[in-house]
């Protein structure tokens, strides 16, 4: 298939849809780059909180001190039992990894 026109390819040319306005945030460029990956699938794209909750979590466990899970909480929007949630769960990633390690090099 010939692409050579993809430059001339405007969001308006679209129709009124989510692909016209994922075009204007995105540009038509990245649209099509988006096509050819996903194009065809049913494809589900969660939230940007969502996105970026391995990063929020990753902040919380490397600011967590034991005493300050309410300030966390604040912080981040999230419960202080939630707070101590990642910080234990953070804690038991690295201990594994630490053991896999280990078991690796023996």
Not at 4 to 28: F, R
Not at 30 to 35: K, S
Not at 80 to 99: C, L
């Amino acid at each position: 298939m010939d692409y050579s026109w993809e430059e001339e390819l405007t969001p308006d040319m679209l129709g009124d849809n989510l692909y016209c306005t994922v075009a204007k945030a995105i540009g038509v460029e990245n649209l099509l780059r988006l096509a050819k990956i996903i194009g065809g699938s049913n494809f589900y794209m969660p939230i940007e909180k969502g996105l970026l909750r391995p990063l929020r979590n990753k902040k919380i466990a490397e600011e967590y001190n034991g005493y300050n899970k309410k300030e966390l909480a604040k912080k981040y929007g999230v419960t202080p039992r939630m707070v101590q949630n990642i910080a234990t769960s953070n804690a038991a990633d690295k201990a594994h990894k630490i053991k896999k390690k280990r078991r690796a090099t023996k």
